[in-house]
């Protein structure tokens, strides 16, 4: 039945619709509507939210975060407190020490019974309470030796927490610069994708024109989807950064950067100044020094272990004693000077002193080993920051004229007097120019932060005079 015999029998529209009438539905179709704007309400609000949550950042905003949220900044502050409970324990031996003791004792010898006819009791009951003090007067240096090297335990820790600090802002500086890398990278190869699409609209244009092949129309397609590869990859490459630097800042929400690749040339300084710079301010050979002065208080230590010593002990205090039908309490003290000798301990003190010796004379080796390293290190980073700069140098004037070469090349390419491969090859040359150009700044950045956390000098405002 078409719709004129429906309308010449006077059917109704919404007979057809018997379950649904047209009011129903429309009701149903609005509040469709009304469900799917809430829902993208939704997401849009929590797209925003997120969105709000991304924090962008510049290199000293990254860099004071750090300091105060590091994890091994952290860590370095809690060996500082470490190191200071320390040496309160090492000093507290130099003070004199209290003690309070009492007592509650019952104590029964029936042995005692056959004694004087068992006159004497065999029942004792003791009550006391005493306020003990000790304090050392000679230990041969061994309290002195302890102080002492509780004391250069305090600048240890110092050096630990400017080794973890220095290292932090190599960290963070390393991971921003990776961004900022990543998005040029990404940058580049949205541009050489953009371009190769627009290549494949003026294949398709003059194929439609009759002017060119299926064979340019495919390869100007093709050239497209190996472009796309790229985009992704450097897109992941600048999550991959973020997430590194996010987790350097030991912070929940997601971070960006805001800050150039754009280095200023500076003089490369001399091998020899560098080298003396380091040598003064590198945190790891003054945390060294520091703990080779403290093994040598930890020899005299140890040395004094089998040597004389003398100290007061004295006591004040109440007691009450019971013997049997006797009761007697009052007051009770004593005092004297005490000399403890251990003149043989089974050579326990000379195995002590050998394994002193020993690990001094290993800290010594380390300081050695460690200036040869620092001088080594020394030379490549400043090959590092030369070669970096003289790349930098090189390629600066090269993304310019890539870029010249390509417009005249797309521009014959028009005309008909240059081919295709030419406008790729000159693509390829801008591409790698400006890749190579990105790549060149950033490592020449990341060069000058290495030269300076060789230095020991990272972050604290020390040049190299």
Same mark, same amino acid.
């Given at each position: 039945?078409?719709?004129?015999?429906?309308?010449?029998?006077?059917?109704?529209?919404?007979?057809? %619709?018997?379950?649904f009438p047209l009011a129903s539905f429309a009701?149903?179709? %609005?509040?469709? #509507?009304? #469900?799917v704007a809430a829902s993208a309400f939704v997401v849009i609000?929590?797209?925003?939210?997120?969105?709000?949550?991304?924090?962008?950042?510049?290199?000293?905003?990254a860099l004071e975060i750090a300091d105060s949220r590091n994890r091994d900044i952290q860590k370095a502050k809690e060996f500082f407190?470490?190191?200071?409970?320390?040496?309160?324990?090492?000093? =507290?031996a130099a003070l004199p020490q209290f003690t309070v003791t009492g007592q509650v004792a019952r104590q029964q010898d029936k042995s005692q019974g056959v004694i004087a006819g068992g006159l004497i009791p065999t029942l004792e009951?003791?009550? =006391?309470?005493?306020?003990?003090?000790?304090?050392?007067? #000679?230990?041969?240096?061994?309290?002195?030796?302890?102080?002492?090297?509780?004391?250069?335990?305090?600048?240890?820790?110092?050096?630990?927490?400017?080794? =973890?600090?220095?290292?932090?802002?190599?960290?963070?500086?390393?991971? %921003?610069y990776d961004i900022l890398l990543a998005k040029e990278q990404f940058a580049i190869a949205r541009q050489n994708l953009d371009q190769k699409e627009r290549h494949l609209d003026e294949a398709q244009r003059r194929y439609a024109a009759g002017v060119a092949t299926d064979y340019d129309t495919l390869a100007a397609s093709v050239s497209v989807e190996n472009a796309r590869p790229e985009v992704i990859r450097t897109e992941n490459l600048i999550r991959q950064a973020k997430d590194r630097l996010r987790f350097l800042l030991a912070v929940e929400v997601d971070v960006d950067v805001a800050g150039s690749l754009e280095a200023v040339m500076k003089p490369v300084p001399s091998y020899d100044e560098t080298l003396t710079v380091a040598r003064k301010h590198r945190p790891e050979l003054e945390e060294l020094r520091q703990r080779k002065e403290i093994s040598v208080e930890l020899v005299k230590i140890a040395n004094a272990e089998d040597k004389p010593r003398l100290d007061i002990k004295g006591g004040y205090g109440?007691?009450?004693?019971?013997?049997?039908?006797?009761?007697?309490n009052g007051q009770a003290w004593s005092a004297g000077i005490f000399l403890t000798f251990p003149f043989f301990d089974g050579m326990k003190t000379r195995g002590k002193v050998a394994q002193a010796e020993s690990d001094r004379r290993s800290i010594e080796i380390d300081e050695k080993k460690l200036s040869d390293s620092i001088s080594l290190e020394t030379r490549d980073a400043i090959n590092t920051v030369k070669e970096a700069g003289e790349i930098v140098r090189a390629l600066s004037g090269t993304v310019n004229q890539a870029e010249r070469l390509l417009a005249m090349a797309e521009k014959g390419f028009e005309l008909g007097v240059k081919i295709r491969l030419e406008v790729e090859d000159a693509e390829l040359n801008l591409l790698q120019a400006r890749g190579n150009l990105t790549r060149a700044r950033r490592d020449y950045l990341v060069a000058q932060v290495n030269l300076d956390?060789?230095?020991?000098?990272?972050?604290?405002?020390? =040049?190299?005079?």
């Open positions: 039945m078409n719709w004129k015999d429906m309308a010449s029998k006077g059917i109704k529209h919404n007979i057809i %619709f018997a379950d009701s149903l179709r %609005f509040k469709g #509507f009304l #469900f609000s929590q797209i925003a939210a997120h969105a709000a949550e991304v924090r962008t950042l510049t290199l000293d905003q407190r470490q190191v200071e409970g320390k040496y309160v324990e090492e000093r =507290s009951d003791t009550r =006391s309470i005493e306020i003990g003090l000790s304090q050392a007067v #000679f230990t041969w240096g061994k309290v002195g030796a302890a102080i002492r090297a509780a004391e250069k335990g305090f600048r240890t820790a110092d050096e630990r927490l400017r080794i =973890s600090r220095q290292d932090t802002r190599r960290d963070v500086a390393v991971a %921003f109440w007691r009450q004693l019971d013997v049997g039908d006797a009761h007697g956390r060789v230095m020991g000098v990272l972050g604290e405002g020390k =040049s190299v005079n």
